[in-house]
Every structure is written in structure tokens, then in C-alpha cells.
């Protein structure tokens, strides 16, 4: 079956450490997205990228990091120059050639104590 | 600026209809997503405008003036499992793979 998977769904780390999520896609899209989501807020876009190799800042890109050397992953990394990291963090990807819609992963929800 | 506006929140009686606006100012325009997020789910795609007019797909249509920057989505013969935020989202100019999202409409339907 083709989707979008993340990993940890729960992630726990103390402040000062870097932390990386994983993305990972099977749907052969071009482009990945970061989003952040708070309680109560919609998504707030962090990085995208629409081709392996590069890759743009969105919205609140401060604080975070990511890659993309391959078509099927997109990994973000939380640094410790981020002030508030505890967030749920979305992943999702999208064809330019079909209806657009994104297909999101499950989510991982990040607490930095 | 780019802004995406919607209520914060809705009540609704199990089989009535609802309807969930959406309003828009963004720079440059290619398509207006409708998503249903279950609380600590992630999204799921519901339905896409990109022309003026209504889009129907079972219990739920959406509907998009781009001349109005306006968009809604209706539900019929509500279900208590409808209750969720409903994200209205807006695909930028083409050539862009840009999606600006709204804060979301959190949805109660009551018994």
C-alpha cells in the first residue's frame, strides 16, 4: 500500500538536544512538506521541498533543519536553537501532476522537557 | 499578506447541516482544499475547488467563488463521527508547491 509513514509516533527528549523525525513516502511524489501544529492552531508550514536536493523555508523555519538526498525521505531535525519544540509535527507529500491534495503522515508528537 | 480565515468552532445536531466558510487573500491562486483532522490524527483530504461552483461527493460538498475569495464546505445528515476540525487550504500560483492552511473550524455535532 502507498503512504506516507513517521516515526516515533511519541517522541520525549530533554532541552539542548537535537532531535531528528523521519518521513518517509512511497507514492513516487516530488514534493515533501514539514508542517507544526499547536493545540487549537491549524499547520504552519516549516520546510518544503518540491525535487530531491533542495528544499525551501517556509513559514517558521527557524530553529529546524532538514534533507532531502532522496525522492522518498524527508527528514527534519529539531535543534536546540528552537525555543519551543513541543509541538505535532506533520509530514506530507504531494504529485504536481494529479489533484494537488497532499496526503499527510501520522504524525509525530515531540515533547521537550 | 496571505490569510486564510474560518470560525473557530461550530455546534450541530446529529442529521442536521452544517455549512463551514472559508475566506481568503492569498497571491496567486491553484486550488482550494477541504480537510477533515480528527483530534491527534492527521488530515485527511475531503475536497478540492480550483473552479468557480459546487463540488459534490456523497455527504459533503464544497463550494468556491474565486471572485469573492470565498469558499464553504457543506455537510448533510451530520454523524456524530463528523465531529472534527475542518482545515480550509489554499494551493499557491502554479509553478509554486506552496499550501497555505487555515486555523481550522473545530466541529461538535450533538446527539
Known amino acids: 500500500d502507498g503512504g506516507i509513514t513517521q516515526s516515533p509516533k511519541y517522541l520525549f527528549r530533554k532541552e539542548g538536544q537535537n532531535v531528528t523525525l523521519s518521513c518517509e513516502q512511497n507514492?513516487?511524489?516530488?514534493?515533501m512538506y514539514w508542517y507544526r501544529q499547536d493545540p487549537g492552531q491549524g499547520l504552519r508550514l516549516i520546510y518544503y521541498s518540491q525535487i530531491v536536493n533542495d528544499f525551501q523555508k517556509g513559514d517558521i523555519a527557524e530553529g529546524y533543519s532538514v534533507s532531502r538526498e532522496k525522492k522518498e525521505s524527508f527528514p527534519l531535525t529539531v535543534t536546540s536553537a528552537q525555543k519551543n519544540p513541543t509541538a505535532f509535527y506533520l509530514c506530507?507529500?504531494?504529485?504536481?501532476?494529479?489533484?494537488?491534495?497532499?496526503?499527510f503522515g501520522p504524525g509525530t508528537r515531540l515533547t521537550v522537557t | 499578506g496571505q490569510n486564510i480565515d474560518q470560525p473557530t468552532e461550530m455546534t450541530a445536531t446529529e442529521g442536521a447541516i452544517v455549512q463551514i466558510n472559508c475566506t481568503y487573500q492569498t497571491s496567486g491562486f491553484n486550488g482550494l482544499f477541504w480537510y477533515q483532522q480528527h483530534a491527534g490524527e492527521a488530515p485527511t483530504f475531503l475536497s478540492y475547488n480550483v473552479l468557480d461552483g459546487l463540488e459534490e461527493k456523497g455527504r459533503f460538498s464544497s463550494f468556491l467563488s474565486r471572485s469573492k475569495g470565498y469558499s464553504y464546505l457543506l455537510l448533510k445528515e451530520l454523524q456524530m463521527k463528523d465531529s472534527a476540525s475542518y482545515l480550509c487550504a489554499v494551493r499557491g500560483s502554479s509553478g509554486t508547491y506552496k499550501y497555505i492552511f487555515g486555523t481550522g473550524t473545530r466541529l461538535k455535532v450533538l446527539a
Open positions: 506530507a507529500s504531494s504529485s504536481d501532476y494529479q489533484l494537488y491534495e497532499q496526503y
Open positions: 507514492l513516487n511524489h516530488d514534493a
